[in-house]
């Protein structure tokens, strides 16, 4: 059974951080390109940052020099460090991994930036 499960969400104030988590089970993780997405209340989901299984790195627009995506094969997870926090980057962030046709999501984690 394939399990994807995000950690780290919570409540930070404006110009805080976060470091979110995904650990997956079920699959080989070394192999999949993974994936953070968000989707805040209203709006579709859109990618935050990807990772593929070479490591090559690529962040949205909007969080480019603030967020950072990484992986460690060795703990089957990927990492999205969150700095200098704005809160229009409320929403629920989700894990994702992908490999041919396989495509997997986590439940996502609540990440609210408020005052």
């Known amino acids: 059974q394939v399990q994807l499960v995000e950690s780290g969400g919570g409540l930070v104030q404006p110009g805080g951080s976060l470091r979110l988590s995904c650990t997956a089970s079920?699959?080989?993780?070394?192999?999949?390109?993974m994936g953070w997405y968000r989707q805040a209340p209203g709006k579709q989901r859109e990618l935050v940052a990807s990772?593929?299984?070479?490591?090559?790195?690529n962040h949205a627009d909007s969080v480019k020099g603030r967020f950072t995506i990484s992986r460690d094969n060795a703990k089957n997870t990927v990492y999205l460090q969150m700095n200098s926090l704005k809160p229009e980057d409320t929403a629920v962030y989700y894990c994702n991994g992908k490999w041919g046709r396989n495509d997997y999501w986590g439940q996502g984690t609540q990440v609210t930036v408020s005052s």
């Open positions: 990772i593929t299984s070479y490591a090559s790195t």
């Open positions: 079920g699959i080989i993780f070394r192999i999949y390109n």
